[in-house]
């Protein structure tokens, strides 16, 4: 039972970073065609995050928020958000495999494989899962936050958002300990 590990959301400059947990089924028919999120298109990766749904033998999707990216730093946050995930298994894996060069601490051998997303298909399935309920949660903001545009770059800091943050300020998902939005909080 090995479950795989990712996050989404580590760089913007707004909401949560999400992670996912999953462990496929044996049987899966698409076993070797799942990839690192970033290397999918939206309708794939789309159509992917259903399939695994249906499919997993266990899933689960933790997040720590932008209150805790602030107080604890990035890195402690996602470790949070990963242990978060795994806890939410509906089965206990025996093994997890995180991508990246940290692990969490866990209560189950747990190692950490750099590009993890394009060498195992838990991890690259956990990619696309985090990265379809990020995205899926940054749409929602947009709705409630149109004057950053959201939707278009998911929080990361492209010359559109900063042009928003400008005019605007920081909202509440900000993450105010990034220092483009810490800069203008202070100025606020």
């Not at 690192?36 to 899933?59: E, F, G, N, P, Q």
């Not at 949070?80 to 089965?91: E, S, Y």
């Not at 747990?110 to 899962?129: C, H, L, R």
């Amino acid at each position: 039972m090995l479950a795989g590990v990712d996050e989404v959301g580590r760089g913007p400059l707004a909401g949560p970073v999400v992670t996912a947990a999953v462990i496929l089924s044996p049987d899966d028919p698409l076993l070797g065609q799942y990839r690192d999120s970033k290397k999918v298109s939206a309708k794939k990766r789309l159509k992917l995050y259903h399939h695994i749904r249906k499919t997993a033998v266990a899933y689960a999707v933790g997040q720590a928020t932008v209150e805790e990216i602030d107080q604890f730093n990035i890195l402690h946050a996602t470790m949070f958000a990963m242990r978060r995930a795994v806890d939410g298994l509906a089965i206990r894996p025996s093994e997890v495999v995180v991508d990246g060069n940290r692990c969490p601490e866990l209560s189950v051998p747990v190692s950490a494989v750099i590009g993890g997303d394009d060498k195992v298909q838990e991890i690259a399935a956990a990619s696309i899962v985090a990265k379809v309920v990020r995205d899926r949660f940054m749409h929602r903001l947009d709705v409630l936050y149109p004057q950053y545009l959201f939707a278009k770059h998911k929080g990361y800091g492209t010359a559109q958002h900063m042009a928003a943050l400008q005019e605007h300020g920081p909202c509440a998902w900000h993450r105010t300990s990034f220092a483009p939005v810490a800069k203008l909080h202070r100025e606020a």
